[in-house]
């Protein structure tokens, strides 16, 4: 069965300060899919990135930064200089690849608070 | 622009009483869920459908049931609402590549 854990419930930084939020996964595939979703205050999910199995090159979006280690069944994110709009629910999940587009599971979520 | 609906935005009802949550997309996506989402426990799926007239069960979906017939749709019906199922109810579309569109949600609460 597939599981995704993000062990850190809660985390608070300060403004400017480097955030990572640990995610690790299970499952029997050997083809899948990673993302990671923003939850603001307002509620709504946003999409910030999806990664197969096969790509493990590191990536970066202006301040989002994933490291994907197969080794470690981790994909972790990091948000450079954070700031206050950074703060939100994070949520890492995982999916079955026989065919993209299938269900996620997901970790119970990484809450940030960027204080200014 | 292709979106996703949901519809109520809030819902309020009482133990026992059939509650239907609607869902609307209009980006043509074949694959359609339905996620509840709980402090402490993250996004749960409820059910799922890969297409017309298909459906499956997701990991709660005891209480719960979805049914397909068009593309655009797929409403959630809780059957005899409990107060277990007051949640933030999420519907998802996803396109191909994997990459899932979430509505803006329902919060339900059963008293």
């Known amino acids: 069965a597939q599981k995704v854990t993000q062990a850190q419930t809660e985390i608070s930084v300060v403004e400017k300060e480097d955030v990572t939020l640990d995610c690790v996964y299970e499952?029997?595939?050997?083809?899948?899919?990673l993302f990671w979703y923003k939850q603001p205050p307002s509620g709504e999910l946003v999409f910030l990135i999806r990664?197969?199995?096969?790509?493990?090159q590191n990536e970066i979006s202006g301040r989002y930064s994933w490291n994907f280690q197969k080794s470690t069944s981790s994909f972790n994110f990091t948000i450079t200089a954070s700031q206050v709009v950074d703060s939100a629910v994070y949520f890492c999940?995982?999916?079955?690849?026989?065919?993209?587009?299938?269900?996620?599971?997901f970790g119970g979520g990484t809450r940030v608070l960027v204080k200014p | 622009d292709a979106e996703i609906t949901q519809s109520p935005r809030h819902k309020i009802t009482e133990t026992g009483r059939q509650v239907t949550l609607a869902c609307h997309q209009t980006?043509?996506?074949?694959?359609m869920f339905w996620y509840r989402q709980d402090l402490g426990h993250g996004l749960r799926l409820i059910h799922y459908?890969?297409?017309?007239?298909?459906?499956n069960k997701g990991e709660v979906s005891d209480g719960y049931s979805v049914s397909r017939s068009n593309t655009e749709d797929l409403p959630l019906t809780l059957e005899s609402a409990a107060s277990s199922q007051t949640s933030v109810y999420f519907c998802?579309?996803?396109?191909?590549?994997?990459?899932?569109?979430f509505g803006p949600g329902t919060r339900l609460t059963v008293l």
């Open positions: 459908s890969y297409g017309v007239h298909d459906t």
């Open positions: 999940a995982l999916s079955e690849a026989r065919a993209a587009g299938n269900k996620l599971t």
């Open positions: 499952t029997r595939d050997t083809t899948y899919y």
């Open positions: 998802a579309s996803s396109d191909p590549w994997g990459e899932q569109f």
């Open positions: 980006w043509n996506h074949n694959n």
């Open positions: 990664r197969n199995s096969f790509d493990e």
